[in-house]
């Protein structure tokens, strides 16, 4: 579970959290009501025995007989699996799981053409993501991989696709319709950035040997707690907090991580928060840290910049325990540390940061989570989902859409001359 | 060379930007001024063929005896490498050069320990980059990887390990010199977050086998070329316009690059910015955008969040031509772009953006740059540094000093009872 501390917060909150707990409250009641992009709200508990075994049947035929699984998608059909995945798996070497590479992300000629080069004399499988079939990006990346699946394989390429999309309509569905791809759902009542925890982020976690029952109960424990009506909720206390500091001017959040494992979370944290409440020109603008080593990067501006920001800390407990050697000659005056754990320091780090930070001017908040499992990853996901609805129906924005989205596409789209 | 491009941001800088020319010129004439930490401004055209023959023949043996160069630094002496090796190497699986692996930025036990596992049976060197060796992030893990690479070579470790650091001063000369490890300089008047083009940025990257010669060579025509007192040198060109946004109100900066592999150069960026400009309460703040990817993440934000942020593209000529094939059936729509290369698509997505943005609010320019080398980016750096000081000297604070760095140390070695 995820623990939210604010205590550090009250010199910035002078009114105190209450009125905005009290807003917290009234906007979970909102989320409640909400019928059209809810799916995801109760997705845990609603996610049956059936589905998961059939994503783990795909996994192990992946598994079986691919070096590579190229998962195929942008925006939330990315950026979930991708964060899950450098969360949980080793970082580096390989565990003799397949390798997951993601394309369908970009418009890159380079990255494409090396992709291709790579994949030539590898077994892989491709996962299409998508929910119409026609975005851009992920619609090039798929005509130009399938095309390097069909002369490695001839007939046995459609065995090797699996499309996420829709149940019924649009282009991808018609497609694997056709061709007998293997198929799974993105339900409709489910936006992109909420969707990791469908079969989106669940089929390539499991092509890479994670547990994804592991990862759905640690959600389902997570409805439990973060649905609670109570002013102790975490997910409430984070929601009210950062919007009583928006509200005092602080506009810039920084998510702050203790190691470079979380960064692909930052990434996907930034889709959620930043669609779904940068609206009607107003909303935090979320930004990310990976400490200590930005703390030798972006640690002078965040004691000494613009006094516009807020911070959260998001601290997993330690998994490894290494030891800072004794040296006899201690040129370097680490003997002073010498016998502690690696992770001892670290906390300390984090410690003496928050409150540099805090006395600086910057309000420092902290998420504690537990060791980092599937099921922490799982719970730590729906954490946010939940609380980041909660925060956009405080600040009166709708957390479901994201009609901005369109300008630059219908722009690009005249241009190319789309009819 | 960089081709800086403010033409659309007119609507924004009512007044022009020849006030802001003639500010940068004043600045350019500090900059000139300048003794103490100036050292990088004439770096390229000093450094000596016999310091990049001495590196290219530390990168050799490197080459020849190690799967594996473990670089461990921080800051500025870990981010300059790692932006270039990310721009210049494959994007898949391996050249036959040794793997580069960056340690010391962090105080994680989960990545030390994984690494110290994957290191076991792994040929291996160390280069180990700190002025005064007693940072505790390198310090840590170099006492560590040092640890094993005795137990691997006995006493022939000492012949493995590569220590940049300061000329005569300092632990980690002292070290060096007892241990007889091979030695590189990092001068005093070059401060770390503009050292890419020392020793400290050309080990690392010479052992991966990029030229480093090229590299300097790029970096020397920008001295003839952002050096210039004109008010049509790009470096003072950007320098002027990011002020004159900053003082109408845009307070966030997002540098928005093209393709993956340009995502630590955008982690170079936000530190010799943020470091250089954050400081007595004032400053832009530095993001980065990878597009078209966070386009469906952050782009909502752009196009209707709070309209404080300008936006500054960086845009590498095509390296790749890959055709976007033709499909008889057609159901992702795609035909009416097949024949294309995927590149040209690219650059379109990149006006249609610029295009959405600028009308949304947010204010873009661009930077053109040649397709992506070893002298283009040598290049890319050099006019960065350039420009940023320029700027930073504009805003009214000192490009380089980082007083708010302390703060957070100040704690922690009071906490961890470090006398």
């Known amino acids: 579970m995820v623990r939210t501390d604010i205590s550090a917060l009250l010199p910035f909150i002078l009114e105190g959290i209450e009125p905005w707990l009290e807003k917290a ?91 291709l080069a790579y994949l030539e004399d590898k077994d892989f499988s491709i996962n299409v993501i998508s929910k119409s079939g026609t975005t851009t990006e992920p619609a090039v990346a798929f005509r130009i991989s399938y095309s390097l699946l069909e002369k490695k394989y001839g007939e046995a390429a459609a065995a090797r696709v699996y499309a996420t999309t829709d149940a019924n309509r649009g282009a991808l569905r018609t497609m694997a319709d056709k ?57 409430w206390l984070y929601a009210a907090a950062r919007q009583a500091l928006y509200a005092k001017g602080k506009k810039i959040e920084t998510l702050s991580f203790w190691e470079p494992r979380f960064r692909f979370l930052g990434e996907w ?24 080593a930005d703390l030798h990067s972006m640690g002078q501006y965040m004691q000494e910049g613009e006094r ?33 754990d690696m992770d001892y320091v670290n906390r300390t780090a984090l410690e003496a940061t928050a409150k540099a930070h805090t006395d600086g001017g910057v309000p420092c908040m902290r998420l504690d989570i537990p060791a980092v499992t599937a099921a922490s990853v799982g719970n730590l996901f729906y954490f946010f989902e939940v609380a980041c609805a909660v925060s956009a129906y405080i600040s009166g924005v709708y957390p479901f859409d994201q009609p901005g989205v369109e300008a630059y596409k219908k722009n690009m789209f005249a241009m190319l001359g789309k009819k």
Chains 1, 2 share one sequence.
């Open 269 to 292: 944290w930034k889709q959620l928060y930043g669609e779904s409440e940068g609206k009607e020109n107003i909303g935090i603008f979320p930004a990310s840290l990976e400490l200590t």
């Open 25 to 115: 409250a009234a906007a979970a009641e909102k989320l409640n009501a909400e019928t059209a992009f809810a799916g995801w709200l109760h997705l845990p508990s609603n996610t049956s025995a059936e589905l998961l075994d059939k994503i783990n049947a795909a996994a192990a035929k992946i598994r079986s007989d691919s070096q590579v699984l190229l998962v195929i998608g942008i925006g939330g059909s990315y950026l979930g699996a991708r964060a899950a995945l450098e969360l949980l798996r080793p970082q580096f070497g390989s565990d003799g799981s397949p390798e997951v590479i993601f394309a369908g992300n970009n418009l890159s000629g380079l990255y494409a053409s090396q992709l």
């Open 179 to 235: 061709a007998g791809f293997t198929t799974f759902v993105i339900p409709d009542d489910v936006g992109g950035r909420y969707s990791v925890l469908t079969p989106v982020g669940l089929l390539p976690l499991a092509a890479a040997g994670i547990s994804i029952k592991d990862m759905i109960n640690g959600a389902k424990a997570g409805e439990a707690e973060y649905l609670r009506k109570s002013s102790d909720n975490p997910a």
């Open 308 to 340: 516009t920001i807020f911070e959260t800390m998001l601290y997993s407990q330690p998994e490894a325990p290494v030891v800072i050697p004794f040296d006899e000659a201690d040129l370097d005056g680490l003997n002073y540390i010498a016998g502690k």
